[in-house]
């Protein structure tokens, strides 16, 4: 799976921004997707992430740091994954990457990045003061 995010841009704290992931190569109906972001000098750390469960629905889960700012959802039509930046303060400027897993996962390791074989080449979010 290749994947590839755009959407990132500089924005004003209190402004919202629409991050895209595009996956090819295989459909992403049965793959868990997730969001990190890694700021400078800072490890990349765990913003939102999805993992299939029963009847074609999915489970979400994100970072306390981002709950109830962030909504991420999914087109597996499109292929795509989305990240809906609400409320944006300036500590969530990072480069934000976009990831794809194959298999099964239980809740607690949907935030590891260990988990994740694929990654996308990320897409920078300036968050001015």
């Known amino acids: 799976v290749q994947l590839q995010a755009s959407g990132g841009g500089l924005v004003e704290a209190g402004g919202s921004l629409r991050l895209s992931c595009v996956a090819s190569g295989r459909n992403i109906g049965n793959y868990g997707l997730a969001w990190f972001r890694q700021a400078p000098g800072k490890e990349r750390e765990f913003v939102s992430g999805?993992?299939?469960?029963?009847?074609?629905?999915?489970?979400?889960y994100y970072a306390n740091s981002v709950k109830g700012r962030f909504t991420a959802s999914r087109d597996n039509a499109k292929n795509t994954v989305y990240l809906l930046m609400n409320s944006l303060k300036p500590d969530d400027t990072a480069v934000y990457y976009c990831?794809?897993?194959?298999?099964?996962?239980?809740?607690?390791?949907?935030?590891?990045?260990?988990?994740?074989?694929?990654w996308g080449q990320g897409t920078q979010v300036t968050v001015s003061s």
């Open positions: 999805d993992r299939p469960l029963m009847g074609s629905t999915y489970g979400t």
């Open positions: 990831a794809a897993r194959s298999g099964t996962i239980i809740s607690s390791r949907v935030g590891d990045r260990a988990q994740y074989n694929f």
